[in-house]
């Protein structure tokens, strides 16, 4: 089975869960979420010294990579929103 024919049912079914909460799903780009530091903006590899670990080097920044991750997904989903007001 395709990625495509996995991802395509998931999205529908994610973005009716979320219509019915009152919610929007909508796609970013995933690139370098969990190497982006939220404090200081800093982007580099060095910030993923583990694959649960998030150190900034700039700013020293530490949390969880997914945590990091997740925080940097929201943000660019609201910037995306924002300039693209319904």
């Not at 780009?29 to 800093?42: K, V, Y």
């Amino acid at each position: 089975m395709s990625t495509l024919r996995v991802e395509v049912p998931f999205l529908a079914i994610l973005a009716a869960k979320a219509e019915g909460a009152g919610r929007q799903v909508m796609a970013v780009d995933p690139r370098n979420t969990s190497r982006r530091c939220p404090e200081c903006g800093n982007t580099t590899k060095e910030n993923r010294p583990t694959q649960e670990k998030f150190h900034c080097v700039s700013c020293d920044h530490q949390a969880h990579a997914d945590t990091m991750g997740a925080i940097n997904v929201l943000r660019a989903g609201l910037v995306r929103r924002d300039a693209n007001p319904a």
